[in-house]
């Protein structure tokens, strides 16, 4: 049983009235909407013969055709041993990433494979940049010590110190035998071109 505003029961005709006439309104406002929203196909159909059955057989959102994404392709490069161990370059042995980086095929690129370069610039003026950060320099020879010395130039030229003799030194260098090429020489501890090592 339908109870009205006051609380009291409505007829039942009454109830159906009210019904029929929702039903009425909702038939209106279809027929006002149909026009816009019915395909080209039915432009024939004019506002006040259009049905509700028109309208609704039509939809209101085209179908979208979902296609999943292909798995992405994992490409892997080769590199060559030459770029792995330049990336070596950048870091010490404790993982120190402010290394200075050298192109390859110079003698500043092989020592910077030996040894933890902070510094840059050319040969010529590594002794300035060691002391510059710190590190000890001098005159006197010592295995594992950096030989500069001015052969190459206005940029200079090291070597790693591999060997000391009696009144010798054995150096181990790249692009003093042709560019990057890594060579040995032995050559006197006196020699004139030496301007000082980095221990």
């Not at 027929?31 to 059955?53: D, H, I, M, Q, R």
């Not at 052969?151 to 003799?165: A, P, S």
Request: aromatic share 10%; charged share 15%.
């Amino acid at each position: 049983m339908l109870l009205g505003l006051s609380g009291s029961a409505l007829p039942k005709a009454q109830a159906a009235e009210s019904s029929w006439s929702n039903i009425e309104t909702a038939k209106k406002a279809v027929v006002n909407v149909a026009p816009v929203l019915l395909s080209t196909k039915a432009t024939n159909v004019s506002a006040p013969e259009a049905t509700t059955e028109s309208f609704l057989q039509k939809p209101l959102v085209a179908e979208t055709k979902i296609t999943p994404n292909p798995k992405p392709k994992i490409v892997v490069k080769a590199t060559s041993t030459v770029k792995a161990t330049r990336s070596v370059a950048m870091v010490d042995q404790a993982g120190d990433a402010s290394a200075h980086r050298f192109p390859y095929g110079y003698c500043t690129y092989y020592v910077s494979q030996q040894r933890f370069i902070p510094w840059s610039g050319n040969a010529i003026a590594w002794l300035s940049g060691a002391q510059s950060y710190g590190y000890a320099t001098g005159n006197t020879p010592q295995v594992g010590a950096i030989v500069v010395t001015s052969e190459g130039g206005w940029t200079g030229h090291v070597g790693m110190v591999t060997g000391v003799g009696d009144g010798t030194i054995t150096i181990t260098e790249m692009n003093f035998a042709g560019f990057g090429v890594v060579s040995t020489r032995t050559i006197a501890a006196d020699y004139s071109r030496i301007l000082g090592y980095i221990y």
